[in-house]
């Protein structure tokens, strides 16, 4: 290289070099502040800032304390921002500092089994910071439905009646419909401690506070925690954590499934979860649809919903079982209606039966698996058919029975129904403690009902 290009390539660098000097101590461009204007309720109104829907806020109180706030909606140059905790000393014109970005992630990774956290994916069981190998997206990303692994394996759940009669396939996404106090918390932990699965995720979403302590101690066991990843948003957490509990416990649940595992998936409970969604939804103005549930927590549930199932061919699954609260037993209450919707069956628990001491409570006429046809063989399935018939002619005309006015003799069906019944209750009925296999589930099922 000649001289003269030798010495313009030096300026050149020397230049270069100042110039990034420069850059460096010059003080970092700070993002456009706001403040709050109003607050109503759980809701911050908020003016002079630029953000998107989802970005996270710091907001600054007077003591010095900063906490975490979210955009949930806007409308012109006003922005709305739910809280995550406690808002106690807020003040007007409180300053607001947007994060800079839109998209939340969250921890995953083998480190989080025998792991309990918040909603907001932070440690609550004492036991040091969470170790993770990765972090994921809280939303999720979409799975092309024609690259899903289609449903062929059935899953053993340890439980008699759904083993036989529901039977459930690895990869499905079953409604666990029960009204309070009937059992759904048994039947849970019998098929945590039961299911044949790598990985269990429990969500506890919107429940009891004593329920956390009580589900991880007393259902899960030291030995079912440590395949186990506990999310606990109860109900006195804000209604922005609670949704976050339920999407961080599918995000988390949607990692173990790309490993290859096979997911157990239980979330209690998906109401809760759309409780949350309407006091978001009408706190920022939504107008209220069916019982007070605006149209957006409709379009929420199954987007969480389809976020489970089985993954691409070759790779994991992920079996869901969404408990749904039916207010007052009303089975047409609007969320379970729309859940019997976008799930592949369900499991209805009877008060009838609970307050009978027959447990699991399960009501065999208003329970279905949508999967079963696909995955069980055809005597299997014409025996639970079967059963089915018999126990529904023999409970049409219990009145009769029970005041007398059954005649022997006059209807054969009706015959063989009352001479079979005792034993049909006998093989709905289980231990909280005792597993039964599914192919023990099925061979007793076919010694009861012969075909």
């Known amino acids: 290289m000649n001289p003269i290009a030798c010495e313009a390539n030096?300026?050149?660098?020397?230049?270069?070099a100042r110039y990034q000097e420069r850059a460096r101590e010059a003080p970092p461009v700070l993002r456009a502040e706001g403040r709050v204007t109003r607050m109503v309720g759980l809701t911050m109104e908020v003016i002079g800032i630029r953000a998107s829907i989802g970005e996270?806020?710091?907001?600054?109180?007077?003591?010095?304390?900063?906490?975490?706030?979210?955009?949930?909606?806007f409308t012109g140059d006003r922005f709305f921002l739910m809280p995550t905790s406690d808002v106690r000393g807020l003040a007007p014109?409180?300053?607001?500092?947007?994060?800079?970005?839109?998209?939340?992630?969250v921890p995953a990774g083998d480190g989080l089994l025998g792991r309990i956290l918040d909603g907001a994916?932070?440690?609550?069981?004492?036991?040091?910071p969470?170790?993770?190998?990765?972090?994921?997206?809280?939303?999720?990303?979409?799975?092309?439905?024609?690259?899903?692994?289609?449903?062929?394996?059935?899953?053993?759940?340890?439980?008699?009646?759904?083993?036989?009669?529901?039977t459930v396939g690895r990869g499905q996404r079953m409604g666990l419909f029960a009204g309070s106090g009937v059992g759904k918390s048994i039947l849970l932990g019998m098929m945590t401690r039961f299911t044949n699965a790598d990985v269990i995720v429990v969500g506890l979403?919107?429940?009891?506070?004593?329920?956390?302590?009580?589900?991880?101690?007393?259902?899960?066991?030291?030995?079912?925690?440590a395949r186990s990843v506990v999310v606990a948003a109860p109900a006195d957490s804000s209604p922005l954590l609670r949704m976050r509990g339920a999407a961080l416990a599918t995000s988390i649940a949607e990692w173990f499934?790309?490993?290859?595992?096979?997911?157990?998936?239980?979330?209690?409970?998906?109401?809760?979860?759309?409780?949350?969604?309407?006091?978001?939804?009408?706190?920022?103005?939504?107008?209220?649809?069916?019982?007070?549930?605006?149209?957006?927590?409709f379009a929420k549930l199954p987007a969480l919903v389809e976020r489970t199932g089985n993954g691409d061919v070759g790779g994991g699954s992920i079996t869901a079982f969404y408990t749904v609260l039916a207010e007052g037993d009303d089975q047409q209450d609007p969320i379970a209606d729309a859940a019997r919707a976008i799930l592949d069956g369900h499991i209805v628990l009877s008060r009838r039966l609970a307050e009978s001491g027959h447990y699991p409570a399960i009501d065999v006429e208003a329970s279905i698996s949508r999967v079963m046809p696909s995955i069980a063989t055809v005597r299997h399935q014409e025996a639970a058919r079967r059963f089915r018939w018999l126990y529904s002619t023999y409970r049409q005309n219990a009145d009769l029975i029970s005041v007398g006015a059954y005649s022997p003799g006059a209807n054969p069906r009706l015959d063989e129904a009352v001479a079979i019944y005792p034993r049909l209750q006998d093989f709905l009925q289980q231990g909280m403690?005792?597993?039964?296999?599914?192919?023990?589930?099925?061979?007793?099922?076919?010694q009861l009902i012969r075909v």
């Open 93 to 105: 014109d409180a300053r607001v500092i947007p994060a800079g970005s839109g998209t939340l992630d």
């Open 205 to 225: 979403i919107g429940e009891r506070g004593r329920e956390v302590k009580e589900f991880v101690e007393q259902i899960l066991g030291s030995e079912g925690l």
């Open 121 to 128: 994916g932070h440690p609550l069981d004492g036991k040091g």
């Open 257 to 297: 499934r790309d490993q290859g595992r096979n997911v157990l998936l239980l979330m209690d409970s998906l109401t809760r979860y759309a409780q949350a969604g309407r006091e978001i939804a009408l706190s920022i103005g939504e107008p209220p649809a069916t019982k007070g549930y605006p149209p957006s927590v």
């Open 56 to 73: 996270r806020c710091a907001l600054a109180l007077p003591d010095g304390r900063r906490i975490e706030a979210e955009v949930v909606g």
């Open 130 to 166: 969470l170790r993770f190998s990765a972090r994921v997206p809280l939303n999720g990303t979409s799975i092309n439905p024609l690259a899903r692994h289609p449903i062929h394996e059935t899953l053993d759940v340890g439980v008699r009646a759904i083993n036989a009669l529901f």
């Open 10 to 16: 030096h300026r050149w660098a020397k230049a270069l």
């Open 433 to 446: 403690k005792q597993p039964s296999a599914f192919q023990t589930s099925q061979e007793e099922l076919l």
